[in-house]
């Protein structure tokens, strides 16, 4: 595999950045990962920690070779993390489980997959125009969807962040994955948080990539998107990666490396007690929700 890769998260007008994202490859796979811990529930980091951890180490564990079913991996991983997130409340006796967005991509042999949960986005970029996207998991969305309002009313409705699918929730997360995606020399994937991509339209950054490569772009952007917004810029968060000619030397080439070997970047920051989803059953996840559920209903009113 040979392409280009940038990562960079920005803490905007927060008292903290709540956002993690990274990106692992082996000689055959590339795994991308952007979360976005919810604000409006507490360790909101802590969430989006967990997930770009657990998903990058269960990535690490499958992927010494090319994943067989990468819908299927996408899929597991992201339940992974959610009831890595759930346990980690409960191991913490929280009150409320710590809530976190997540997109993540896998690429390998000439083809992407991806899969998210929330309103954190992907979009595939090619030839000046935007090829691939996903669709919020929000109720803006829906709205759109259904012909109530425009895509760009949405852009200013006050419930524009209120979101109905989330790891770490007291339900399991609703997870769209998105069909096989044949790349082609040139294709830009870029998954991003809510605080760049609100700012920084999706037809601007493509038809931008026509004169740029992402390493000279998208840092600009970032500052970009916290100017605009006015002093309101939630964190910013991109990892974004361009597929190039497999023949052309100047770019990050995977042949070389070993089967066991991974390259990683990431803004996690190691939790003191990372917590491994594999070592919790799906009936330990169901009493810790019922755990949580009853201790909420027991704080006063």
């Not at 993690?20 to 980091?45: K, N, P, T, W």
Request: negative net charge.
């Amino acid at each position: 595999m040979r392409f280009t890769i940038f990562q960079d998260s920005r803490q905007g007008d927060r008292e903290g950045n709540e956002d993690r994202v990274g990106y692992s490859y082996s000689r055959d796979v590339l795994l991308m990962v952007a979360a976005d811990g919810m604000g409006g529930h507490a360790q909101g980091e802590v969430a989006a920690e967990i997930a770009v951890t657990e998903i990058t180490r269960l990535f690490q564990q499958e992927a010494r070779n090319k994943l067989r079913r990468p819908s299927d991996f996408l899929v597991s991983v992201i339940n992974a993390a959610h009831r890595a997130i759930v346990s980690h409340a409960v191991a913490e006796n929280l009150l409320e489980s710590p809530r976190t967005t997540c997109v993540v991509c896998i690429v390998q042999e000439g083809s992407a997959w991806w899969a998210h949960a929330g309103d954190s986005r992907l979009y595939v970029l090619r030839g000046g125009k935007l090829a691939a996207a996903t669709q919020d998991h929000s109720r803006v969305q829906q709205m759109v969807d259904s012909g109530v309002i425009t895509p760009e009313a949405a852009a200013l409705h006050p419930e524009r962040n209120k979101i109905y699918s989330c790891l770490g929730g007291v339900v399991p997360p609703v997870i769209a994955v998105g069909s096989e995606f044949r790349l082609q020399t040139g294709d830009t994937i870029v998954l991003s948080t809510d605080g760049f991509w609100s700012q920084i339209p999706a037809a601007l950054i493509a038809n931008l990539l026509r004169k740029q490569d992402i390493m000279g772009l998208l840092p600009g952007l970032l500052t970009e998107a916290h100017k605009r917004a006015k002093g309101e810029s939630d964190n910013l968060s991109v990892v974004a990666m361009t597929w190039e000619a497999q023949d052309d030397p100047r770019h990050a080439d995977t042949e070389l490396m070993d089967n066991e070997q991974f390259t990683t970047s990431s803004n996690t920051m190691e939790l003191d007690r990372p917590v491994a989803a594999e070592d919790v059953t799906d009936e330990e996840i169901e009493r810790a929700i019922a755990e949580i559920q009853n201790a909420i209903k027991k704080v006063p009113r």
